[in-house]
Each structure stands twice: as C-alpha cells, then as structure tokens.
C-alpha cells in the first residue's frame, strides 16, 4: 500500500443529520450532509465556490456532532473515500471545531 497523504480541511455548514445510528460492531455513526460556499481566486479571476459533501462521523465523535445544529458552521477535519457500495467520496470527518 502506498502511504499518500489524504487529508481534508473544510470549512462549512450542517445541511442535513440523520439521526444517530450503530455500526454492526455497535460503534456510533453519523450520517450527513455538509455545504461550503466561499470566495477564491481561480486563474487570476473571483469564482464563487458552491460545495455540497456527504460526511460520516464514527465513536464519540458522531455523538457530539449529533447535537449540534443544522445550519451551524465548522471546520471540519478528516479524510476522502469511496464507499464499498457507491460511486461518489464520502467525507469521513475526524475533528471538527468552531470556525
């Protein structure tokens, strides 16, 4: 395996949660919708970025996020991957905290 970096800094809002649920293992997660919006220089011009992710969140992490509110902004820290089932990255948060 080759050890590549993955790792992913998002600032961004809580669009959706879904309510907690466990893992066969009996580990907490979280599923969820997460929305940046922000203003970047782009070959020399403005461009207003529009982002929509799913994110998962697992352990004790998925429960404080759990109880935090829709519509509040983070940033969020973690990693990319594709599911074993599905085509698009999913986030898979691994600190978040106040922006």
Known sequence: MNPGAN??????????????????????????RLEHESLLQEAGQDRR???SAK???FGA???????????SNWRFQGFVATPRNGKNL???IQDFSQD
């Open 7 to 32: 790792q992913l800094v998002l600032t961004a809002s809580i669009a959706e949660l879904s309510a907690l649920r466990y893992t066969p293992a009996g580990l907490p997660a979280l599923d969820l």
């Open 49 to 51: 970025v529009l982002a």
């Open 55 to 57: 994110a998962v969140a």
């Open 61 to 71: 992490l998925a429960e404080r996020l759990v109880k935090q509110a829709v519509g």
């Open 90 to 92: 999913v986030f898979h």
